[in-house]
């Protein structure tokens, strides 16, 4: 990684597996890194951990809730302080949840892992355009390929039927349609912004544990990260491609993921994505969606 003293990134999701991992490199590469959180307990712990791990790392904090559209705006709102950004990395997500509605009327993956970074990126904008080389990095999954469709529909309108792992599969989907998509306007716009993307691989983290009993540990959560943990590579290992799409000189539209067997893990590299995520016109159609949704029209 390259020497990031005097560059600011955001980081979403950052006090448990890939986001920890994220932003306690990215520290100990030099950079100050705000850490995006909604729960300020937990940004607390997270900051003594990577403190602990890099003595003198340069950390601030930001608190958010990607669920919810109000707290993003409250979020952005405070960023303004930061000055200009040249990182922000969407990486919160969840995985596989039961069907819930947030209060904005929104599927809870899909706020979440969408609309909830959709907006963070676009009321961010101004600080990622202010020092001439801003970059956007989301965090999909190889569960894309398993979308059938992109979420073009309604997003206020509940499914008939609600399949959890489907869902799942359409939000990290919508990661990758909105990363080409980014890239298509900033560039059409002039913008110094190059957007990129990652996927993990198999990595152990809590965030299936928590999909799917809403807790980190204890009973069938317990379980769950075992079985991770005896299969998986870990999670240092699985934040190396968001790392290198957040730092390596690459191409804005790049897609990076491990490079072993079915990108299940190993070191990463710029990997392909499928011919639905490439769709252009579900890329515009998406964003014009996810504009009309969060009330806010960018860039």
């Not at 599969?169 to 080409?180: E, H």
């Not at 769950?224 to 590579?233: G, H, K, P």
Request: hydrophobic fraction near 40%; aromatic fraction near 6%.
């Amino acid at each position: 990684m390259p020497d990031l003293a005097g560059r600011t990134a955001v980081v979403t999701g950052p006090t448990s597996g890939l986001g920890t991992a994220t932003a306690r490199e990215l520290a100990r590469a030099g950079a100050r890194v705000v850490l995006a959180g909604r729960s300020p307990d937990k940004l607390d712990a997270t900051t003594a951990e990577i403190t602990a791990a890099v003595p003198g790392a340069d950390l601030d904090r930001l608190v958010v809730d990607l669920a919810s559209l109000g707290s993003v705006r409250t979020a952005a709102a405070e960023a303004a302080r930061l000055g200009p950004i040249d990182l922000l990395v969407n990486n919160a997500g969840v995985m596989a949840t039961r069907a819930r509605r947030t209060d904005d009327g929104l599927d809870l993956q899909m706020a979440t892992n969408h609309f909830g970074h959709f907006l963070l990126t676009g009321l961010l904008w101004p600080q990622l355009v202010a020092d001439g080389g801003g970059r956007v990095v989301s965090v999909s999954s190889f569960m894309h390929t398993r979308a059938r469709h992109a979420p073009l529909g309604d997003p206020r309108t509940p499914p008939r039927r609600y399949s959890r792992w489907g869902v799942y599969a359409q939000t990290k989907l919508a990661n990758l349609l909105f990363t080409y998509e980014l890239q298509r306007r900033a560039e059409a716009a002039g913008a110094p912004v190059r957007a990129l993307a990652a996927h993990p691989g198999y990595a152990a983290t809590h965030l299936l544990s928590y999909g799917q009993t809403g807790r980190g540990t204890g009973g069938l959560a317990s379980i769950l990260n075992a079985v991770a943990s005896a299969t998986a590579q870990s999670a240092d290992d699985g934040a190396l491609p968001t790392l290198m799409a957040a730092t390596a000189d690459l191409r804005g539209g790049t897609y990076c993921g491990p490079s072993g067997f079915s990108q299940l893990r190993g070191l990463p590299r710029p990997v392909g994505s499928t011919k639905l995520a490439r769709d252009p016109e579900a890329q515009r159609r998406l964003w014009e969606i996810s504009e009309e949704t969060v009330g806010l029209g960018w860039p």
